[in-house]
């Protein structure tokens, strides 16, 4: 007869599996879509798989802002900015630059696999204590109480951001053409 | 969940990334890119987290996004204004500054 706890641990090990090569196929399909409007949809399903594997880190208030933040407003924001400029076909020619590139990073991503074949990260000792890991609560009172100096900082990039973003979308230039 | 997988992944998607960055000439996918980078260390910051017991690396995570929501914020204005001046948007062309 089957364990219940084995069954768990291999329910929960398919679907880290499933989901993490989800997030890798999902990003792929962002960079070799032609149509900007399909690159933004995988993009959502790739920031959703994500957020499931935040979930599985015991990160559940993180993984409710990644939905919220990155799938929601930024994913929007792009979807609003293709709709205004025109969502057309990108040509892709194979040349010799682009050669160069897919090798580059090829080399560097087998330089990333030796760097993670080091060894793994000692783990610290002790449970996690669920109900003070990654819920809003635990990350609230570190960041109001350590980080209270960086959050500030934060509001004043994102008020800089705001300005800054009046400031380039408010005047209209006339096009070079005409002057 | 493996430290090993979370490396994988992480870099995996690093990489597809950075290599889109590069070989896609329409700006906005460059900037979706560059969200696929920052999200693959936002995930590994957050798995490290998990593996050390430490809530620092989640409160990277999140000064990371708001790092990056203000960057495509800025940058999607940026683009609006070149479409706006040259109504064109293959980042081969925009070389004025070009030596």
Redesign the interface.
Known sequence: MFDLATVFEFTRDTVILTVGITAVLASLGVILCSSPIYCALYLISHMICLALLFLLCNAEFLAVVQIIVYAGAVMILFLFIIALLGGEKEIQENSLERSIAFGLIFILLGELYLSATVGPTKQIEGKINPEMFGTAKAIGLELYSKHIVAFELASAVLLVAAVGVICLAKFSFAPLKRR | ?G???V???S??????????F?????P??M???V??ML?SV??LL???????????G??F???I??????????G??????I?????E?DVDHIDALKG
């Open positions: 969940m430290q090993e997988f490396l994988l992944v870099a995996s998607v690093f990489c597809i990334g950075a290599c889109g590069v070989i896609r000439k329409n906005l996918i900037f979706v890119s969200e696929l999200n936002n995930f957050i798995a490290y987290s998990s593996f050390l017991n430490s809530l620092d989640q409160i995570a999140l000064f996004m708001t790092v990056a929501a203000a960057e495509v914020v800025v999607l204005a940026i683009i609006l204004t479409f706006r001046t040259r109504h948007m």
